[in-house]
């Protein structure tokens, strides 16, 4: 099975600080993804890499960067953290192409708070 | 602009109810739509489903795409507890890189005892 891992599921941080949420996926999937779920807004794409030290903006990456130096890996960073950017926090990927069909494998998430 | 609705927003039904969710999708060169359910904080694939108008079956889950009226229906027969959660559909175009995933809000279901 795909296992894609995110570093922390509850996180906790000041205003100002930079945060790094890390995500790992084990299968070897070119695309990687991180969005933003929020009640009554759903899922928002901030940003999506198709390939190592590629990256395209998603819908909403104000106050975002990511980062991936290796395949497995794609990190998100809020450079100095704000109370908006309170939210759960998905990573997930998928094969190119035909990734379609098999949909794409999300990890369990974090719960960032910014007080 | 393109958007995918689904509805009910939430439901609640009891043990072994038949229940249907809803999701109509405007999606300029439209592709092919995704059913996911979310359990806690993970979503996990369910169907794809495309114009072909195919049926999709899972179990007691089945679910099925009209392309005619632009919607799609999730149907779950015998409801368990185990079924409650949030379904969200997502309609993707020919981009083919699935960048361009257009989310519904989710249905929330609740199954009780």
């Known amino acids: 099975d795909v296992k894609v891992t995110q570093s922390s599921r509850y996180l906790v941080k000041r205003t100002g600080e930079k945060v790094f949420l890390e995500c790992v996926q084990d299968?070897?999937?070119?695309?990687m993804f991180w969005y933003r779920q929020d009640p009554g807004l759903g899922l928002r794409l901030i940003y999506f890499?198709?390939?190592?030290?590629?990256?395209e903006k998603g819908d909403i990456p104000e106050g975002y960067s990511v980062s991936r130096e290796k395949k497995e890996r794609f990190s998100l960073i809020l450079e100095s953290a704000s109370t908006n950017q309170t939210s759960m926090y998905l990573c997930?990927?998928?094969?190119?192409?035909?990734?379609?069909?098999?949909?794409?494998?999300f990890g369990s998430g974090t719960q960032l708070s910014v007080l | 602009e393109d958007k995918v609705v689904q509805s009910p927003l939430s439901l609640v039904v009891h043990e072994g109810d038949t229940v249907t969710l809803n999701c109509s999708y405007e999606?300029?060169?439209?592709?092919?739509l995704l059913w996911y359910k979310q359990e806690k904080k993970a979503p996990t694939f369910l169907f794809m489903l495309t114009s072909s108008g195919i049926e999709k079956k899972s179990g007691r889950l089945s679910s099925i795409l009209d392309k005619k009226e632009l919607f799609s229906i999730l149907n779950i027969t015998a409801t368990q507890t185990g079924d409650s959660a949030v379904y969200l559909c997502a309609g993707t175009d020919n981009a083919g890189n699935n960048r361009k995933l257009i989310w519904g809000l989710g249905t929330s279901l609740a199954v009780n005892p």
């Open positions: 299968m070897d999937h070119e695309n």
């Open positions: 999606v300029t060169n439209f592709r092919s």
């Open positions: 997930a990927s998928s094969l190119p192409g035909t990734g379609l069909t098999r949909g794409l494998f």
């Open positions: 890499s198709y390939d190592v030290k590629m990256k």
